[in-house]
């Protein structure tokens, strides 16, 4: 039996006991767009189990949190939604499930168990599939709920998902990250990368097609370091999905500059449906700092990089990532950044605070360089 069938028969289960019950759910999505696809995929399966989907939590029978842990802040706002929460589990009963890239941390569990007790589901970025189950033996036994394992994990196909919109769908492609860049700890909470069959993905995205979807995102924490086997890359998958009839726009994110490789360039030249627009991770623009955040370019190779795309793509334009206040950074540092964003003349530019999380190889005694803190 495959595992999801095995799951569907707990969907079924849970949907039996709330048969008449018009039960709701809340369901809150911190992070990135790999996690709001893991949202779609919960919210499937808890709309298939009879629940009607509820913006309020405070007038909800079932409330999911879906956890970032890049950054700091995410933290607060858990504990503070949780805090809100309180009074009213006391009062209704309501089922507390909290999962996704926090869950993975050590330290965050134990501060949900000593400090939020009253949570009654905690399940980790490997576990998603099996959310009926633990729902339902929630129901059934009354009892808290840890389902958090701490491997690369797997693939799993055919869960049900639950879209919001109607014209564009994400579509992640591969999980996981090898990168082990020293200000992310992606690797440490998703695991070593995965790549889904091609064959699945062009699946998937011919069934968008003919559900009416004209653009689609491709997701995957380094989708240009996809491998599908037997020598299928990411331009390859390129190319096939823009021969899909129906969708109109093909999207990524997000690429690593190391792997942005010739054929991949030609593929997005080649392919009319790809969009142009490109995001270009920069995080920074001091070969020194690029080192120590173990990001495998220099500054003068991710200029000639860009040049190289913009020769092959004239009409092409960039958005990237940068981090500010990384551990060591100079002012001299800081202006190599300036120098690459004035030369890039980026599109767009989504700019972060330096995080001090507790797994970062970069963390040195909680001390990042204030002045960029304070920027």
Excluded: W
């Excluded at 079924?12 to 949202?39: A, F, P, R």
């Excluded at 334009?317 to 551990?327: A, E, L, N, R």
């Amino acid at each position: 039996m495959e595992i999801l069938d095995f799951e569907k028969e707990y969907i079924n289960k849970v949907k039996e006991i709330n048969q008449g019950k018009k039960l709701k759910y809340n369901i809150l999505t911190m992070g990135c767009m790999l996690n709001e696809n893991d949202s779609e995929k919960l919210c499937g399966m808890i709309e298939e189990m009879g629940y009607e989907k509820c913006e309020d939590a405070q007038k909800s029978d079932l409330i999911v949190f879906n956890t970032c842990c890049v950054r700091e802040n995410a933290e607060d706002k858990l504990f503070g939604k949780l805090g809100e929460l309180k009074k009213y589990k006391k009062d209704t009963g309501a089922i507390i499930a909290i999962g996704g890239c926090m869950m993975q941390e050590k330290h965050i569990q134990e501060k949900l168990k000593t400090s939020y007790p009253y949570f009654d589901i905690m399940f980790g970025t490997h576990t998603l599939n099996k959310f009926p189950e633990d729902l339902y033996k929630t129901i059934l036994d009354k009892k808290k709920i840890t389902d958090v394992i701490d491997i690369d994990g797997e693939i799993y196909e055919g869960m049900p998902i639950k879209r919001e919109n109607k014209v564009k769908a994400s579509v992640t492609i591969m999980y996981g990250c090898n990168n082990f860049c020293t200000y992310c700890i992606v690797p440490y909470v998703r695991g070593r990368e995965r790549s889904r069959k091609p064959e699945d993905i062009i699946g998937e995205i011919k069934d968008l097609a003919q559900e009416g979807y004209k653009e689609i995102t491709l997701l995957g924490q380094n989708v240009n370091s996809y491998n599908g086997g037997n020598g299928y890359k990411f331009s390859n998958l390129l190319k096939d999905v823009n021969k899909i009839e129906g969708i109109e726009l093909i999207r990524f994110i997000s690429p690593h500059p190391k792997d942005f490789t010739e054929d991949v360039i030609e593929a997005i030249k080649t392919s009319d449906k790809v969009c142009k627009i490109l995001h270009l991770p920069l995080q920074s623009g001091s070969t020194n700092v690029l080192k120590r955040m173990n990001r495998k370019y220099t500054k003068e190779q991710y200029l000639n990089l860009a040049k190289k795309i913009k020769k092959e793509i004239p009409n092409v334009v960039f958005s990237t990532d940068i981090i500010v206040g990384f551990p060591g950074e100079t002012e001299e540092d800081f202006e190599d950044t300036l120098d690459v964003v004035r030369e890039m003349k980026y599109e767009q530019v989504f700019m972060f605070i330096y995080s001090n999380r507790k797994r970062n190889p970069s963390r040195h005694n909680g001390r990042t360089n204030s002045r960029r803190n304070k920027t």
